[in-house]
């Protein structure tokens, strides 16, 4: 297949790769001249623009920061929407509001598109690797249709409803994931200040019914455990500036539907507090370290 790529940043790059590996002729385009060069390394075919990467493509993927972004790449003036063909298969990767993904939707559909939201779960890690989670919304038989080809970019791949389904189950996730990390972070916090060495620690409850994914694959205790981030003095993985923006599209869409979620309200505040000190491109495990 010919696809067009929008968004070669730490996700989006390692991901077109993937699919360039695949056998697929990829066209990517970034605003970062750096990417863009790397990719062209790879193998890839470089678009002079957003739209460019649409000509002649069977599906354009896109990977961009957030919720504006999307916007005025679909929805603009001189979006995506009016200049690609519609036979041309839309697939959003970026991680936003799901109201803006169901109006996005919408009006792709209302243009002739067929159109998923498709966020992804597993960090650069699991974008290098292929390896990485897909949850997605849209009709099940476009679901189906491009199913072959998420499989080269991850190894699971989930139809969570119709459109907007995916960013809905992606911003609950990652509220969870948040809230998870500053309790291990506290937990951990706890039982060093008891004397306990945090590997035995870490071993204990990783066994007991504080099990989570944090503590047992990506804990925040340096040292505890190779190849994390707090391993390497919190860089790559996922900034804490990138946990704050997800933290707060879950309270957004809490607050749009009136859902309670006083947790996530806290953790949001206090990964705000951690950015704020100056650490927000660090991985968000650096939460170890945030001070009262």
Sequence with gaps: MKIGF???????????????KAGHEVTGFDLVQGQIEAFAKAGGKVAKSA???????????????ASRHVEGLYLGANGLLTNANPKTLLIDCS???????QAVAAEAKAKGFAMVDAPVSGGTAGAQAGTLTFMVGGENSVVECIRPI??????????AGGSGAGQTVKVCNNMLLGI?????SEALRLGIANGMDPKVLSDIMSKSSGRNWALELYNPCPGVMENVPSSKDYAGGFGVDLMLKDMGLAIENAQDLGASVPLGELSR??????SKAGNG???????FNLKD
């Design 6 to 20: 929008i968004g070669l940043g730490n996700m989006g790059l390692p991901m077109a790769i993937n699919l360039l």
């Design 51 to 65: 739209n460019a990467t649409a000509d002649g493509a069977d599906v354009v993927i896109s990977m961009l920061p």
């Design 95 to 101: 991680t936003i509001s799901p109201k803006v993904a």
């Design 150 to 159: 998420l499989e080269k970019m991850g190894k699971n791949i989930f139809h």
């Design 180 to 184: 998870q990390m500053l309790g291990t």
């Design 269 to 274: 505040q206090l990964y705000e507090s951690h």
């Design 281 to 287: 491109q660090l991985d968000f495990s650096s939460v």
